[in-house]
């Protein structure tokens, strides 16, 4: 956070590909469930998910609960042009095994790039995502701030 706030460029992150590929766009980044919600029940304050990486993460729902959800979202058409989707933190909404199958199982119905492992959400190692910056994710998993 301080780096961020300073403007100091914050160090790059290794993600795990779902569905490699490169892109690049502003960060679009929130809890799933509140996504979910505002794209569903309040469609004049969503935000422009056009040509941005969609961050996602989520805390304290069960399964069949926040799958709903992102299903929910795909219906609504809210990651029909973005540039990639990351997968951040899923704290207590299954098992790892559990988490990483419905996230792989989902991602296969999308066109772009989707990657997990971004450390942001509820759990100690938490980054900041600086929405001033422009994101950058190679082939290989690399996550810049430029």
Known sequence: LRDVLAGKQPEAVQLEPLRAGKC???????????QERVAKHYPDFRPST???IIFIECVGRPLHVWVKALESLYKLGYFENCAGVVFCEFVSCGSAKEVKRELCEFSAKLKCPVWMGFPFGHKHRNYTIDMRRQVVIDDAGQLTFE
């Open 24 to 34: 690049s766009g502003l960060p679009v980044p929130g809890h799933l469930m509140l």
């Open 50 to 52: 056009d040509g941005k």
